[in-house]
């Protein structure tokens, strides 16, 4: 069964830590997996894409790392903002007969001064 | 990036009325849309996938006589919620999948969502 699982469910860190973000997944056929912010009462917005041949792609203060061997993902927060408090989707795309999104649960983040 | 919008972002019906969401492509066509809902604190649920021109293909336990979706043009996709009722209360959100040209857009694009109350 295809499958995105993350953790933490929710997490809450000091303006200016750093933090990292998981994501497992067991789809097949994997096409690429993507992380996208979501504030709240807002759509996602994407953040990195990355396919089967990437390890890792950076987005400002986001690096996205992928091992397609275990099927792990993290996404990574440098010197957090207050900005930053959202929800973390993980998203994997699957080529499965037609293409298909498979979402994870989302990280819920939440940035303190 | 590809623009998506929603009208309304908020909509407040009383139960038995019918409420209709717009989601448009602004700069793009987008030859597939989908249609999402999200109840506070989970994830994205995908509801239908529709692509322009045909009908659209519902995910199991949605129902396709309840949630009523038209996606007649290249930009533009409805979703319809007919006599709506407080359980159908949540955040509806859009979003699209196309080309710009000849530029094929290989990501769906997200509309702001819409936040639908049934009283």
């Known amino acids: 069964k295809n499958q995105v699982e993350q953790s933490p469910q929710s997490l809450i860190i000091l303006e200016g830590k750093n933090c990292t973000l998981q994501?497992?997944?067991?789809?097949?056929?994997?096409?690429?997996l993507r992380w996208y912010k979501q504030d709240t009462g807002r759509g996602p917005v994407s953040l990195t894409i990355m396919t089967f041949s990437e390890n890792t792609k950076s987005n400002g203060r986001y690096t996205a790392t992928l091992d397609a061997d275990t099927k792990q993902s993290s996404l990574h927060i440098t010197a957090s903002q207050l900005s930053d408090s959202a929800s973390y989707i993980c998203v994997v795309r699957t080529t499965s007969g037609t293409y298909k999104y498979i979402f994870g649960t989302g990280t819920r983040l939440k940035v303190l001064a | 990036g590809a623009v998506v919008s929603q009208h309304p972002s908020r909509v407040i019906c009383k139960s038995g009325t019918s409420v209709k969401i717009e989601c448009r492509s602004l700069d793009f066509q987008a030859t597939t849309m989908f249609w999402y809902r999200q109840f506070p604190k989970q994830s994205l649920m995908l509801m239908a996938t529709?692509?322009?021109?045909?009908?659209?293909?519902?995910e199991q336990g949605v129902e396709k006589d309840k949630f009523l979706i038209n996606h007649a043009s290249l930009t533009l996709s409805t979703l319809t919620v007919t006599s709506a009722h407080p359980e159908d209360s949540s955040f509806y959100i859009c979003?699209?999948?196309?080309?710009?040209?000849?530029?094929?857009?290989?990501?769906?694009?997200f509309g702001p969502g819409t936040r639908l109350t049934v009283l």
């Open positions: 979003s699209a999948q196309g080309q710009a040209g000849e530029y094929t857009y290989n990501e769906q694009f």
């Open positions: 994501c497992n997944y067991t789809v097949s056929p994997f096409s690429n």
């Open positions: 529709s692509n322009e021109g045909s009908k659209a293909t519902y």
